[in-house]
DNA sequence: TCTGGGGTCCTAGGACCC
DNA sequence: TCTGGGGTCCTAGGACCC
């Protein structure tokens, strides 16, 4: 999907199409904002219905944001300035001080996110999640999925999309998940890039290797320190080489994906492996000495996992922690228990087992608490009864 | 100017078992 | 006196992705 979230937002405010624009900084509710526009513009009585009515000049702006936040999402017009994803919002306000700012309201992207979902499997069924804004489908065996390389398709199901959810998207067509990844970035926004194996050459290779799905900043810097710039680069080593430097395993898939080699199926169902809650706090607390603020916060983080697993209808058996100390490094502990569980007290006992085996002289800025090794809660029911049924006398 | 939240997968060492 | 060769599970950290 094109600019995800900001595109989201234009439905309800297209007032502020075209502007620079960033989402970050926290949740949002939508009742909040109208609570504020009564407050704040009383000459006029604001409902839900309003909302495309705002003034421009009522949303907050980047210079004003005092935080920890980072962007999720910039508009087309906000990148010039040189900010986008996962940047602080107290430095992106330093490069386009004047960008409106909005905090993201995640419940209306997923209901967004599965209505784009639900438009492409009614035409291409066999379709991976690949999280909030992105998918990959498998065109070999729908109809006309081959028609002029399969951009007959591609321009259906963009249609169909912006019909249903009035959001546009980018779509790359190619013979695998690796070179489609890569393809969908060459037309955006509402494009269409189609990519054969005989374009690896031309359309690849001269891309920089970060550009791969897989090959991270880390990577990208251990490479670069090898002379290797771009993908061709990448694809002109020894494939024992790479595996001589970079390991066995992840060696062999960078040869792979330099020559555009990629076998993963598109995989429609999946199991959750674990969920977990985290907070960055506002400022940096103590073991110690908030001591109380921290307590109220860990349970309250209990509360929410537990109360995801059992909405969703898991249990699990790994319970852990995360911690981020102020100089960022991060420390973890978990404990697998003998039953699963989805209890928030059962999770709080068990997470705060592990907190007392992590070092806490130091002042720490993010506190989470994860569950995995997760099973379908109706599942173990199921495997308990078996079980009981065992305990049975054989003749009865 | 510091750097969110929710995930997955991989690696590596150690315990433990047969 | 010198100690194999699997295999699984658990734990901690880290890279990477959306």
């Known amino acids: 999907m094109d600019a995800f979230y900001a595109s989201v937002e234009w439905l309800r ?10 989402i970050g900084g926290g949740r949002r509710r939508e009742d909040e904002l109208i609570a504020r526009l009564n407050t704040e513009r009383p000459e006029r009585s604001w409902t839900a219905a309003d909302l495309a009515d705002i003034p421009v000049d009522f949303f907050p702006l980047l210079r004003d944001y005092v935080g920890r936040g980072v962007i999720t999402t910039a508009s087309y017009a906000a990148r010039p300035f040189g900010i986008g994803s996962a940047m602080g919002l107290m430095k992106a306000a330093r490069l386009c001080p004047q960008a409106i700012l909005l905090p993201a309201d995640f419940d209306e992207y997923r209901r967004c996110s599965r209505a784009f979902k639900q438009v492409i499997q009614g035409i291409a069924p066999v379709m991976e999640d690949r999280g909030i804004d992105e ?27 912006f019909q249903a959810t009035g959001l546009t998207c980018s779509i790359g067509v190619a013979p695998n998940k690796l070179l489609a ?15 054969h194996e005989a ?47 970079f390991g066995r395993s992840y060696g062999a898939w960078l040869h792979d994906a330099a020559h555009g080699r990629d076998e993963r199926p598109v995989v429609t169902e999946s199991e959750p492996v674990s969920m977990s809650r985290e907070t960055t706090f506002d400022r940096d607390l103590h073991a110690v000495h908030d001591k109380a603020e921290l307590g109220a916060i860990f349970t309250r983080l209990a509360e929410q996992v537990a109360a995801d697993l059992q909405r969703k209808g898991y249990v699990g058996k790994t319970i852990g922690i995360k911690l981020r100390y102020t100089d960022f490094k991060i420390a973890t ?5 003998a039953e699963h569980t989805n209890d928030a007290r059962r999770i709080r006992q068990v997470a705060g087992q592990c907190l007392k085996r992590v070092p806490l002289d130091r002042r720490l800025r993010l506190l989470g ?7 379908k809660a109706a599942e173990l029911a199921g495997a308990k009864s078996s079980e009981e049924d065992l305990d049975l006398p054989l003749f009865q």
Not at 13 to 22: F, R
């Open 13 to 22: 405010y297209p007032q502020l199409k075209g502007l620079p624009m960033v």
């Open 135 to 161: 998918v990959y489908i498998d065109f070999t065996h729908v109809p006309g999925g081959q028609r002029e390389g399969g951009r007959v398709l591609a321009r259906l199901i963009q249609k169909s999309i």
């Open 181 to 195: 990844k890569m393809a969908s970035e060459f037309n955006k926004p509402n494009g269409i890039s189609i990519v």
């Open 199 to 245: 374009n690896l050459q031309t359309l690849i290779w001269p891309l920089p290797c970060r550009k791969i799905n897989g090959i991270g900043p880390k990577a990208d810097a251990k490479l670069q320190a090898h002379g290797i710039t771009t993908i061709g680069e990448l694809a002109a080593r020894e494939r024992s080489w790479l595996v001589e430097h």
């Open 333 to 337: 502990r978990d404990t697998t228990v």
């Open 369 to 375: 608490v994860r569950v995995g090794s997760l099973v």
